[in-house]
């Protein structure tokens, strides 16, 4: 990108990752599942960024790939790098790789049974990741490990490290995993649907969790999630992945106001809210996503595209800079009606969104 | 007023659990559902809404008689359904379907969908065997799948249009109520908007009266006139769509309102978030007094220790829309009130 000048000029940061041209595929019985294709982002010190998307769009593969726990076979990196201090973890041998997993780079999963192993107590868990990365053993493990659980609100900790993690009730099952994953204080933290599986209340906790404690340790998060509240209320910047590419990048608000691409748009458009006139028919995107192992020609979009023609059908649209934006606030979109879309924005979306005020309780 | 075409008195179902031995007395009981009423109206639909584990889905069954109640009235156009053998409950399962949150679970895998559809017109022989191949077709066509699709299996369908055949099977019997447990929580936004559509559109067509059970509040808000708000196996709070959504006054229900993040980031950043402490409590040992105070953020206002020792009950509050709520505090708010204020 010819102006990153001027991001670097504004921040004087590097990126704390720095994922380039991204391609993984599946090789099954139906062929090759194209599961990511061409994703390339990077996340600043500090920030949050929330990757968005249906199921099935790459989310997860994207976030396996950088913390190489991709079962291969059936995976195969086609292409990319992903760059994490300054190393390409595509290239790092295993060992090295379990070195900086769980220590400075990070993953928490959506269901935690399946990070946290039900054989063991949560203290012996803990207890193994400060093994592994601080050389942290004995009585000072134990209470490293205790304070991790009493920082992410869980009661007489001293008492759960004795806990088994079918004990827990699944907020606290969350909360034991995010205190694992930020127990050496990582750079980056990967979470992948943390909260999909909890209630809203306690969805409410854990949320309001990970930003104390980005806020007090400055960790860089990606947020995967599907649901836009999540994302609009987390994150600073948003990708939005249809069918493994990225096709829209934006800071969050500018997305939400006014976003540029047909497919964010019509998502956006098809939650139903807690404002405006409820019984209205609900905007909806016909059809369905397509089958990775046989994607049509051109924009994958467009047999769900209302602005869809004959060039969306032949051609891929490559994910161009869009609008005027400048610095971080620049904005991406894989869009050739671009204009279009910006032109009758008025017209086919539903009302802008209510003041903030109308929204209190 | 005319009758409701549903009305559930104080439905209990309890659930024995850890026998002591094989055959022994069971140590104790889970109160699922704990003293539940409400009444659906012909052609319209009551959204009930909770955590997880709150007694939504169990309450479903039991109107359905999919597990019977333990205690309780269920009134079906004004005929108790309570206590009825399974061959007199027979022609009222015909008029109350249900759909369930998994497309996948509930479809055979081994019948194609023309035997799915087919299935229920069978048992209960309401469509003369050489209709009801048309009869399928006319379905599928009713929920937006393709007619020639009729031979194919569950497996080759997406979830969402799996969701479709499932709603198609309810529809068979031309039901006058469905019952909808978590319809669309597995399906994603842009499928789901579809699914909602399509039952809001049937709806309208059928004169379709829906019991509809979800964890998401906007969608209950977008489908239901009515919603029923449960916390531990009781409805805490019961009224019309727009007084429950702009002016909750249980507790719970302001607290659920305000967790729900809404895709708006100007509007995230202005909002205060009510953070309820705790875990949602057991139905097993459920907490003393009203069982939602322990995780109450209002409890402070209610003096002494009511809110710990003296269980709160589900009383009719002042105002126009049949509101109740169950909740110290708030009976306190309603006396401060004037009469008609
Ligand atoms: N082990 C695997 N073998 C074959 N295909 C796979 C495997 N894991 C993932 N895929 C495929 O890769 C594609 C992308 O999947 P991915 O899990 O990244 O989606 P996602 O965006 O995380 O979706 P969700 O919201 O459902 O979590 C899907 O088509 C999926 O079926
Ligand atoms: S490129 Fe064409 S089909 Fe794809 S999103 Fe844009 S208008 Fe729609
Ligand atoms: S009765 Fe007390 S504890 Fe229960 S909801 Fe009302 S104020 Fe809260
Ligand atoms: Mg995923």
Redesign the pocket.
Known sequence: MADDQTTIAVHHTKPVLDVRNLGVRFDSHIGAVRAVRDVSFTLEPGETLGIVGE?GSG??VTSLAIMGLLPMPPAVVESGEVLFDGRDLLTLPQRQMRKIRGGALSMIF?DPMTSLNPLLTVGKQLGEVLAIHEGLRGRKARARCAAALDNVGIPNPEQRLAAYPHELSGGMRQRVMIAMGLLCNPKVLIA??PTTALDVTIQAQILELMQRLQAEHGTAIVL?THDLGVVAGMVDRVQVMYAGRVVEKAPADPLFAQPMHPYTRGLLASIPTLEGSPGKRLFSIDGQPPDLADLPPGCSFAPRCTLANERCRESEPPLELAGEGQGVHRRYSACFELDRLLLDSRASLPAPTNSAEEVQR | MSRPLLEVTDLHKHFPVGHKGIWGEPAGYLHAVDGVSFAVERGQSLGLVGESGCGKSTTARAVVGLHPATSGSIRYEGNELVGLSRRRMLPYRRKMQMIFQDPYASLDPRQTVGSILTEPLRIHRTVKPRQRRLRALALLDAVGLNPRQVNRYPHEFSGGQRQRIGIARALALEPDLIICDEPVSALDVSIQAQILNLLADLQERFGLAYLFIAHDLAVVRHLCQRVAVMYLGRIVEIADRDELFENPRHPYTKALLSAIPVADPVVERARRRIVLEGDVPSPFNPPSGCSFHPRCHLRGEVEGERCSTEQPHLTALAGAGRREASCHLVQLEEARVPVGG
């Open positions: 199921s989310k997860s959506q992948d649907e995967i």
